[in-house]
């Protein structure tokens, strides 16, 4: 049995402390995959969950925390013939990602550009599909429309920003914690033209003086039940708002089914990492490519932060995978604004 190095849980789940790299199976695989050796993976909210054990992976998946990655082709498996070894790619799986190998879906893989750093580009893959998926797919974005991105300065709350205004929006509303993070929000390019601080503003009244009081057209939540009620206020007539998680609880104790009816609301819950392959696979496709003056790519669209494309990554701070405890830490105590992504030695 070959092995290689991760990250592992001591006891299966539980507190950072028990993060730790140790030796554990090498992957095989299977029909229509290629095993990739990482060189950097993104680390998201679902993993800190996942850690305490509370979000398992989907069935099927690795018991290995990690849903994004970059690095290179070095096997083929059975049935696989979209890649060659040594193709640098970066991609989405439903675990696996904190590990030396991955075994990854071609479907669910996308050629690395040569202008992103291997750190960039493990940035991307939950962050801008999810994104595309609130902000394109399910909030059905038109120029000219007005957007709310809560958690702004997050990695997916970036990449919804700055989509949002790429494909034209009239305004971009967006919430965070800290004076530092909204000032950030509104000197980046294509940032938000409104922020609001969720701990000592209203950002209902925020979204109604950016747009005249007429409202959002879009909502990008995930924090769930302190911004319910708020969020049904900042909606327009017609407006959507996609709901990616509940951290803040899923419970909303008392709810008001009027504004719904006559606003014509459509409310989606959006989940990426559980829904199938054929749909995960169509929705890499969508976001490899989109619409606009004319067909283009995204990913020729997106840049590190001295770029300048119109969509950019910006990584919060990059460590080495031997530091995953305090890497975990910052992500859990939300110092971060951007993407933290961690590199195997």
Not at 39 to 67: C, H, K, W
Not at 146 to 152: E, M, P, R, T
Not at 156 to 177: D, N
Request: net charge neutral.
């Amino acid at each position: 049995m070959s092995t290689m190095r991760a990250v592992l849980i001591k006891d299966d789940k539980g507190p950072i402390e028990n993060l730790y790299i140790g030796e554990t199976e090498k992957p095989v695989p299977k029909q229509g995959q290629v095993l990739v050796k990482v060189v950097a993976f993104g680390l998201n909210r679902m993993d800190l969950i996942q850690r305490e054990g509370r979000y398992p992976p989907p069935p099927g998946a690795s018991t290995i925390l990690g849903v994004e990655f970059s690095g290179r082709v070095e096997y083929l498996g059975p049935g696989a013939t979209k890649w060659t070894t040594g193709d640098e790619v970066f991609g989405l799986s439903g675990g696996g990602a904190y590990a030396e190998y991955i075994a990854a879906h071609q479907d669910l893989l996308i050629r690395k550009p040569p202008h992103l750093s291997w750190e960039e580009a493990a940035s991307i893959p939950e962050n801008f599909i999810t994104a595309h998926q609130a902000v394109i797919l399910y909030g059905e974005l038109s120029r000219g429309d007005n957007v709310l991105v809560h958690a702004g300065a997050s990695g997916v709350g970036v990449a919804a920003i700055q989509m949002a205004r790429s494909f034209g929006a009239s305004s971009v509303t967006a919430t965070a914690s800290t004076k530092e993070k909204l000032e950030w929000l509104l000197s980046i390019p294509n940032g938000a033209t409104e922020v609001a601080n969720y701990k000592t503003e209203d950002f209902s009244k925020t979204v109604k003086n950016a747009t005249g009081g007429k409202g959002v057209d879009v909502v990008v939540d995930f924090v769930g039940r302190t911004h319910w009620e708020k969020n049904i206020e900042s909606l327009a007539v017609d407006g959507r708002m996609t709901i990616i998680a509940a951290l803040s609880g899923s419970l909303v104790p008392t709810v008001d089914l009027g504004p719904i009816l006559y606003k014509r609301l459509k409310i989606q819950g959006s989940t990426l990492r559980s829904r199938s392959l054929e749909y995960q696979s169509n929705l890499v496709n969508r976001v490899k490519c989109f619409c606009s003056a004319a067909f283009q790519e995204v990913v020729s669209k997106i840049t590190g932060s001295e770029g300048d494309g119109p969509m950019r990554v910006y990584v919060h701070k990059v460590f080495p995978w031997t530091e995953i405890q305090i890497a975990h830490k910052e992500l859990s105590e939300n110092k971060n604004i951007g993407k933290i992504v961690c590199r195997i030695s």
